[in-house]
Structure formats: structure tokens, C-alpha cells
């Protein structure tokens, strides 16, 4: 019954880790082109 219990229990969290890193991102990013990203970088502006 113990065993049963934490069977499922590993199982419920690598599910929940699966869709956790596969699910959509929440990021306050923005998204550049490769070439504003290099001009960014040499003006020192990211962080």
C-alpha cells in the first residue's frame, strides 16, 4: 500500500515538472533581432 502510494506520488511530480518546463513561458522579455542584440552588446546595454 506504502509503495503504491509513493508510485504515484513520483509519478504526479515528473508530470507536473513536464508540463511545468514545456508549458508557456511567462517572460518579461522582449524578443530582437540577432544584429540589435550584437549593437546592444557593444553599447553595453545588456544586462
Do not use: C, H
Not at 18 to 34: A, K, L
Not at 37 to 42: P, R, T, Y
Request: charged fraction near 15%.
Amino acid at each position: 500500500m506504502a509503495k503504491n502510494l509513493i508510485l504515484w506520488l513520483v509519478i504526479a511530480v515528473v508530470l507536473m515538472s513536464v508540463f511545468q518546463s514545456f508549458g508557456p513561458s511567462e517572460s518579461n522579455g522582449r524578443r530582437v533581432d540577432y544584429s540589435t542584440f550584437l549593437s546592444e552588446v557593444n553599447q553595453d546595454q545588456v544586462r
